[in-house]
């Protein structure tokens, strides 16, 4: 693989945002599924649905475990929230297959993962809604659903869709078999094999994230801020890039942008909370205005 072209303003000229029209209704501007939670993170969610309204996608349905669907509909009224089962362990139960089915027909995009553990049934669930989704939605795997598709043999669902997963080191070397100190030593390499051998896009998540397509095409973006390594940060970029991609951006864009938007709001943040300390949820407000100004 060549070395990764930079993620930078002469790129974002050449693939500029979704352009900002008026009257279009919530379903023209992109329907997001978003799949997760647990009964240990169970806000993780709605992190990640507020940030694909922020950067401008249209409606957002949630469907997490039933014991914290009300209140997380309560605390977030501008989303619809799904009940779904949950196992003994506080999991997002095998049985909840059919009922996020018949929920990820109807969406743009789908965001898997955000609060949630791989389990047995991980795959499973995945597969079920990936054979649901129309065949020009985006499909983004995040957290506890990426390690889940090691074999995407078991994915056939999965095959003609558009997907994004955004692993960091770790879940990148998990999803490989191989040692976490080799991620390190070649982090281009290893995002390139785990995008060719997935046929996903992947966005490898650092102080030098690393955007890789299944081609071999890469972009590299170092402009990350030190206070983005913060909990429910990765959960916000799972948002920020579901909402784009609901917008109509090409899953690798979408990333792109995603990482590109992230960032920018921890710039923001941090100039004016303080280098470190600032939250996650602290990013979701100052992305509407950043979206506007990047998009002319």
Do not use: Y
């Not at 890789?212 to 948002?239: K, N, Q």
Request: aromatic letters at 2%.
């Amino acid at each position: 693989m060549s070395g990764p072209d930079r993620l930078d303003a002469e790129w974002r000229a050449r693939h500029p945002l979704p352009p900002i029209v008026t009257g279009l209704d919530k379903n023209e501007r992109g329907r997001v599924l978003i799949v997760g939670g647990s009964r240990f993170v169970p806000g993780a969610v709605a992190l990640t649905a507020e940030a694909a309204l922020r950067v401008g996608g249209g409606k957002v349905q949630i469907a997490t475990i039933a014991e914290a669907a009300l209140a997380i509909g309560l605390a977030f009224p501008e989303a619809a929230v799904i009940a779904l089962p949950t196992d003994d362990e506080g999991e997002i139960d095998g049985a909840a297959a059919d009922l996020i089915a018949k929920h990820a027909a109807h969406c743009d995009s789908l965001v898997i993962g955000p609060g949630m553990a791989e389990c047995a049934h991980s795959c499973g669930l995945i597969d079920t809604a990936c054979r649901a989704m129309p065949e020009a939605a985006r499909l983004i795997l995040d957290a506890g659903a990426l390690t889940a598709c090691r074999n995407r043999a078991a994915l056939q669902g999965a095959n003609r869709l558009d997907m994004v997963m955004t692993p960091h080191h770790g879940e990148l070397a998990s999803l490989l078999d191989i040692d976490r100190d080799k991620i390190a030593d070649d982090p281009e390499a290893a995002a390139a094999r785990a995008a060719q051998l997935l046929g996903v896009t992947v966005a490898l998540k650092d102080c030098r994230t690393l955007i890789v397509e299944p081609s071999g095409a890469a972009l590299a973006f170092e402009g990350g801020a030190a206070g983005l390594g913060t909990a429910g940060s990765g959960d916000v970029l799972a948002g920020v890039i579901g909402g784009l991609a609901a917008r109509g951006l090409p899953g690798a864009q979408a990333a792109a942008w995603g990482v590109w938007l992230h960032a920018e709001a921890g710039r923001q943040a941090g100039a004016d909370i303080g280098t470190l300390g600032f939250l996650a949820r602290e990013l979701l407000p100052r992305l509407p205005a950043i979206v506007a100004r990047a998009s002319g």
